[in-house]
């Protein structure tokens, strides 16, 4: 149980487009999920807390204009990154409470052109 | 400094060694601990959940933690070619998984 999927695994988008990521509760249901970026060597850095039907909580120097966080029901997250540029390029993964501890994503490696 | 320090390795063992990972840590808030294993290109794995100062086994996984020393240690035991990964220690004030803190990851290769 408390599986998370996240889609897609990998993605290579231009310069200035726009990147969504999903992340799915496949078998529970996650009123708070978290969105994480991951540089080389580096450790998981919070990026917000995404919280069913309202607005998420972004850390502090993350953009919220930049990456746009949506969680509409208790199974879906989305994070959309906007305007994307080179320096956007990283891992990014998710993850919902399970009760105990966190299930994460499989990630999504993005990389920007 | 860091609110979690973690040595990012890599560290190299033999097959059959006992494994030690360490994580120290300045926030004296923190209350619940955790080990997550991660393999390249994949999201982090929970292998261990504890809360305050103590051992918890689990196979050949054993936590320890020290609050007074602030101090986590995650032992594995008869290590095989399967366990190199990388391992993050991290923490949290709450349990249910509020804003956890991360340490940067040991890489860890058995060596078969």
């Known amino acids: 149980g408390a599986v998370v999927s996240q889609h897609p695994s990998w993605v290579i988008c231009k310069s200035g487009t726009s990147v969504k990521i999903e992340c799915r509760s496949l078998d529970f249901q996650a009123t708070t999920m978290f969105w994480y970026r991951q540089f080389p060597k580096q450790s998981l850095m919070l990026m917000a807390t995404s919280n069913e039907g309202s607005k998420a909580t972004y850390e502090q120097g993350v953009e919220k204009d930049k990456f746009l966080i949506n969680h509409a029901s208790l199974t879906l997250s989305t994070l959309t990154v906007t305007s994307a540029h080179p320096e956007d390029s990283s891992f990014y993964i998710c993850?919902?409470?399970?009760?105990?501890?966190?299930?994460f994503g499989n990630g999504t490696r993005l990389t920007v052109t | 400094q860091k609110e979690v320090e973690q040595d990012p390795g890599p560290l190299s063992v033999p097959e059959g060694a006992i494994v030690s990972l360490n994580c120290t840590y300045s926030n004296s808030a923190f209350q619940y601990f955790m080990w997550y294993r991660q393999y390249s290109r994949k999201g982090p794995e929970l292998l261990m959940y504890?809360?305050?100062?103590g051992n918890k086994e689990d196979g050949r996984f054993t936590a320890q933690v020290d609050k007074s020393s602030k101090y986590i240690s995650l032992f594995i035991r008869d290590s095989q070619p399967s366990d190199s990964a990388t391992y993050l220690c991290?923490?949290?004030?709450?349990?249910?998984?509020?804003?956890?803190?991360f340490g940067t990851g040991t890489k860890l290769q058995v060596i078969p």
């Open positions: 504890t809360y305050s100062s």
């Open positions: 991290a923490m949290s004030r709450s349990g249910g998984y509020q804003k956890v803190t």
């Open positions: 993850s919902a409470s399970s009760g105990t501890g966190a299930s």
